[in-house]
């Protein structure tokens, strides 16, 4: 559980993190987003789900 805390914990510098540096682009992407078509968005969510499970098995080997 611990292992998760931090890993969300991670998630909410890194996503402060870009809102801080460049806000203005983090507004034109989600602009973006809200236009996508559901399905695709559900795609990249899935793809980039899949490279941090593969990311994950690399790093814990």
């Known amino acids: 559980m611990t292992d998760f805390l ?3 914990a991670l998630v909410f ?3 402060g993190l870009l ?4 806000p203005v682009s ?3 992407m989600a602009t973006r987003i ?3 078509e559901p399905a ?3 795609r990249i969510g899935l ?3 899949v490279l941090g499970v593969l990311a ?3 790093i814990r080997g």
Do not use: H, K, Q
Not at 19 to 22: E, Q, V
């Open 19 to 22: 809102y801080a540096i460049a």
């Open 13 to 15: 510098v890194i996503e």
């Open 6 to 8: 931090t890993a969300l």
């Open 34 to 36: 809200i236009g996508m």
């Open 26 to 28: 983090m507004r034109d």
């Open 56 to 58: 994950l098995a690399i």
């Open 40 to 42: 695709l968005l559900r």
């Open 47 to 49: 793809g980039v789900a």
